[in-house]
């Protein structure tokens, strides 16, 4: 029996809510779920876009979600799609999939709402899809080969890549925090005045041999740990990819350069003592820089901090804010350092008798503008002129505006990645605790 549309109305029931309206509304949508039901002929087709039919009151059911149904008919009627605050945006993303409406219908602030946190929830899926095949592989690496060096990898991969996986592994995250704090003190420690004036005679009491001892220590463990981490890396390119993994290896290289350096410092100092020291100097700076960068061993505790986790993730997800806020500073800085350079130059009454005023030009005002817009206001240079001071408020007022902008986005985007993150962390712990349980039961 062929089906045609007697009434110039539609009867949807949608998860329970039944909707009536106008055929007509779908002629600008043709290709939608529902535009295409209203060109079927037959019950057969009828069957492919709507879950059931009865034939007796035309009344189409679909067992979907209505309260995204309200947003998509809502489109339909009046052409607007927006984003509601009680839908989620990943469901929407899904229905608009389903009733075949394009998302670029939707309002820009809600498309770009609904995209980012559809990626984020992709993105926290590919992660425990990630981590749940870790687990497959550590699981089935014993059961492989229960003797010889596949199982001590095995055991080694769990204790250094999962904090979690037990008492190894948490003590093995407990040393390596505690060797970052130690290395740090020690650089600090380091700039101490009275090693710089023996670092800069040549000489090495025992005090900076204590610290060269030290620093050895903890730079032997941090090469154990990452030569340990890329032999129990399953893929070495993705290893070597890793951001934190690039790190490690920037700053373990500087102690390795510098004994390099200090042997061949050695070895030339007769011959530079008749040339003069520049080269002895130059090699004396290149070390100096490089010990500086022992400071990047701080970026390790991120492996064992949420904290630092939120941050990176944080900052990964607002680079558009971020951006929009140095636009924001770019934009006041170039209006206000001209203004404040013709306020204390040329409206100044007093000019003509301080010549030598920090605003002497267009560029030397930016750092001022800079500093004032980000109410940090070192006092370096100050306007003395009523013109100047009035230019000055009108930049800090604009600059405290400026920087509550963007952070309040950044604020929220913080707020959700703690919690994303909380909950793999808390989720992690209980598939661990869930694994030893049934270990333990197994056992029994």
Partial sequence: KNYSPISPHVLVNVGGNRYTFPWSTLEQFPHSRLGRLRFCTTPEEIARLCDDYDETCQEFFFDRNPTAFRVILNFLAAGKLRLLRELCAVSLHDELDYWGVDPGHMERCCRRRMITRVEEVAERERKEEEWRKR?????????????????????????????????????????SVIMV???????????????REEETR???????????????????????????RFINAQSKLAFARGPLN???????????????????????????????????????????????LR???VMRLARHSLGLQTLGLTMQRSMREFGLLLLFVCVAVTLFSPLVHLAESELAPFASTHPHHSFSSIPASYW???????????????????????????????????MAFPATSIFHT??????ELKQEYEQLWKEERGAELAADTQGC
């Fill in 135 to 175: 687990r497959m592989v550590l699981k089935k690496s014993p059961i492989v080969a229960d003797k010889g060096y596949r199982r001590l990898i095995g055991i080694l991969r769990e204790m250094v890549e999962n904090p979690h996986s037990g008492l190894p592994g948490k003590m093995f995250a407990c040393f």
């Fill in 414 to 419: 913080f707020s959700r990645c703690y919690q």
């Fill in 181 to 195: 704090l130690i290395t740090v003190v020690s650089l600090c420690i380091s700039t101490m005045p009275d090693l």
């Fill in 295 to 297: 400071i990047l061993y």
């Fill in 202 to 228: 040549g000489e090495c009491s025992q005090k900076c041999h204590s610290m060269f001892v030290v620093e050895s220590i903890c730079v032997a463990w941090f090469t154990l740990e990452f030569v340990l």
């Fill in 246 to 292: 690039i790190i490690d290896a920037v700053a373990i290289l500087p102690y390795y350069v510098s004994l390099i350096f200090e042997v061949s410092d050695e070895s030339q100092e007769d011959v530079s003592m008749m040339g003069g020291r520049g080269y002895l100097d130059k090699l004396g700076l290149i070390l100096r820089m490089l010990r500086a």
């Fill in 368 to 402: 001022w503008a800079i500093i004032s817009m980000t109410t940090v206001g070192y006092g370096d240079m100050v306007p003395r002129s009523i013109p100047g001071q009035i230019v000055a408020l009108t930049s800090i007022l604009s600059g405290i505006l400026i």
